[in-house]
């Protein structure tokens, strides 16, 4: 996948979620994937650092401008941890 494409992708999928989750200002968007699978890979197979710093980047930037906080979970190596920004 293209850099823009992830971005694209991305984008539409937390608009959706935010739209349909009612999140408010200073709320907190919870985000779990596997970057293997995005590129069509087995779940800790094939993970890119570069895909989940797209994705993320991405998602920070619409979070952002709504004022709406963004925790990530963890793989299985960290055990599964919520990751939240201090």
Request: net charge negative; charged share 30%.
């Amino acid at each position: 996948m293209k850099e823009k494409d992830i971005q694209r992708a991305t984008s539409q999928i937390v608009e959706d979620v935010l739209e349909k989750a009612n999140l408010k200002q200073g709320d907190i968007f919870v985000l779990g994937l596997s970057s293997s699978e995005v590129i069509g890979g087995q779940i800790g197979k094939e993970s890119s650092q570069e895909i989940g710093e797209i994705i993320v980047k991405t998602i920070l930037d619409i979070l952002g401008k709504k004022g709406i906080h963004l925790a990530v979970q963890g793989c299985e190596h960290v055990n599964r941890a919520l990751v939240v920004e201090r």
